[in-house]
């Protein structure tokens, strides 16, 4: 069995496993023993936001600290930072906080609630490098189930910097970051996609409250800001980095998106329309300095219509 297949699995189980409970503690607890059990983690649990500090919530595995200061440790720092943070050896982070000696790697996961962190999934293993990419993405989506219910689209529309600006700001979205998507090579660089032989689409991880937001809604946004007649062109910027898409990672929701894609080239009048439906084959997160980047740069460059943003 694929490290996919099996998170698959998991996924299913959790989510029959904590339908009906809407305790967090109850749903915390259920979820740890659950990836515990399943993956044979060394450590599995989760950290609560109490204040300025972290404190031990459920967890499957040896005694812990019970809490960790905002910023200190990975389990802080994924708090500060904003988002998931995997360490390959736990000796090589600086200001690591070593519950247990036979800690080797880790991987520290937020969990996002309107909006807000409150609190981290952490997972640590024996081994040295035990976390990935797929790693990564399966165990986020796990975490979701804490807060949710919460769903994930990515949308390539031009420029990562506007687009983010542009969906951070619609009621209903949890998180966003900016990344490369369905691309040839493994962690590519900004540099690397920039010579647009690598394959990847910029693109923007959007995740959403499907109660307070539907995924039609976001998907006619995002028809809003491109021009879905321009093939690989957006604004100023070309290339096939910058081609338009909707990539999806739950197959349920291929017919409301081709049943959108379709009333868009009827509305348009073109039988045919350079944006992408696809399933997400990859997602690899940008250098830190393209997160939020408009937020740090605001006179920055921007692709989109300042009008546009009065859409939201
Ligand atoms: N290593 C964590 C502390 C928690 S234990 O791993 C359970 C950290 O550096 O935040």
């Known amino acids: 069995m694929t490290k996919t297949e099996k998170y698959e699995g998991l996924l299913r189980q959790a989510r029959s496993l904590l339908s009906g409970e809407h305790d967090e503690i109850a749903r915390m607890a259920n979820l740890a023993a659950l990836l515990h059990s399943e993956i044979g983690f060394w450590w599995t649990g989760f950290y609560r936001v109490d204040g300025e500090q972290l404190v031990l919530g459920p967890f499957q595995g040896p005694v812990a600290c019970t809490r960790i200061p905002f910023g200190r440790g990975v389990c802080g720092s994924a708090w500060s930072e904003r988002h998931t943070i995997v360490v390959p050896d736990v000796e090589k982070f600086k200001g690591h906080i070593a519950c247990s000696s036979e800690s080797r790697s ?32 399966w165990l986020e989506k796990l975490s979701t189930l804490v807060y949710g219910p919460q769903k994930d689209i990515w949308f390539a529309a031009g420029c990562f910097w506007g687009a983010q600006k542009f969906f951070k700001r619609i ?17 590519p660089s900004y540099e ?6 690598t394959g990847h689409a910029e693109c923007v991880h959007v995740r959403y409250n499907p ?32 081609r338009t898409g909707v990539y999806y990672d739950d197959e349920e929701d291929l017919d409301l998106l081709s049943g959108i894609f379709l009333e868009t080239r009827m509305a348009l009048g073109v039988n045919e329309m350079p944006v992408e439906l696809l399933p997400l084959k990859n997602f690899y997160r940008a250098e830190e ?24």
């Open 289 to 312: 300095y393209h997160q939020n980047y408009l937020d740090k740069n605001p006179g920055g460059y921007c692709h989109l219509n300042p009008e546009l943003f009065k859409l939201v």
């Open 171 to 187: 009621e209903g979205v949890e998180f966003t970051e900016v990344g490369f998507a369905n691309g040839r090579v493994a962690n």
């Open 106 to 137: 880790e991987i520290v996961v937020p969990l996002w609630n309107h909006g807000e962190i409150q609190g981290v999934l952490d997972i640590d293993s024996r081994e040295l490098a035990a976390f990935d990419d797929t790693d990564r993405r």
């Open 211 to 242: 109660e307070s937001v539907s995924l039609r809604r976001l998907t006619e946004l995002f028809f809003k800001i491109i021009d879905p007649l321009s093939l690989n062109k957006q604004g100023g910027d070309e290339g096939t980095r910058y």
């Open 192 to 197: 690397q996609v920039y010579t647009d032989t």
